[in-house]
């Protein structure tokens, strides 16, 4: 009862007009209420497979070579804290700007598929800093406050941000678009359990 008296004053109030309420005018698709196919449900969550792997990559190794390349750690740990930190203002702006998106490709894959190819190009610059620095670091002979630790420092904190900014730019819609997929509460669970089956299958990689 206290539903249908919630929908009907909906309906009547006049501070909320009728094609605000409807689903045409935020350019919406409903999701479906059946059964997804298997295709489907493995295209989301393939992608769990190589951003698992690559995140492990990062965390656990990235400091350790940018220290071999003389780079001081207090300036990593504080490059990396800085670019994480901006996680707090571009993950809202992008989830704002995926969900005013219009196009025939929806709100969520323009963002997802041009990020993926940003996301893994920066991935490889980040472990591939340029000759100078890697030749001072062969020679062996960085010490702390040069320019080749300099440039080490530099690199670091333009990729690692880029990186990171990339990760918002493709993974904030890819995670938006999994509940959209479907309005049923067993097939979006269905989904989800096999994005974890590949984060795990990334888990397993990586070790190799």
């Known amino acids: 009862m206290k539903s249908d008296w919630f929908r009907m004053s ?3 109030s006049p501070s909320q007009p009728r094609h605000l309420l409807q689903p045409s005018s935020l350019n919406l698709s409903p999701p479906s209420s059946g059964r997804l196919p298997l ?3 493995l295209a989301y969550g393939a992608p769990a ?6 995140t492990f990559l990062v965390s656990v190794y990235l400091t350790d070579f940018y220290v071999a390349l003389g780079a001081p750690l207090a ?6 804290a800085a670019a994480r930190s901006l996680d707090v203002l571009t993950d809202p702006v992008m989830g704002w700007a995926s969900d005013r998106t219009r196009g025939r490709f929806g709100r969520r894959l323009p963002y997802t598929l041009s990020g993926c190819v940003i996301y893994g190009a920066l991935f490889a610059a980040l ?3 340029p000759a100078a620095v890697l030749s001072s670091a062969e020679a062996g002979h960085v010490a702390p406050g040069s320019a080749a630790a300099g440039r080490a420092v530099a690199w670091f904190a333009v990729t ?12 904030v819609p890819y995670e938006a678009l999994g509940p959209e997929l479907s309005d049923d509460y067993d097939e979006r669970s269905r989904v989800f359990f096999v994005v974890k089956l590949f984060n795990q299958f990334g888990k397993k990689k990586r070790v190799f």
């Open 127 to 129: 472990f591939s800093p």
């Open 10 to 12: 909906i309906r009547s």
């Open 49 to 54: 497979l190589a951003t698992t792997s690559l």
């Open 39 to 41: 295709s489907t449900k």
């Open 160 to 171: 690692y941000t880029a990186f990171y900014l990339a990760d918002t730019w493709c993974n």
């Open 75 to 80: 300036f990593l740990n504080f490059f990396t």
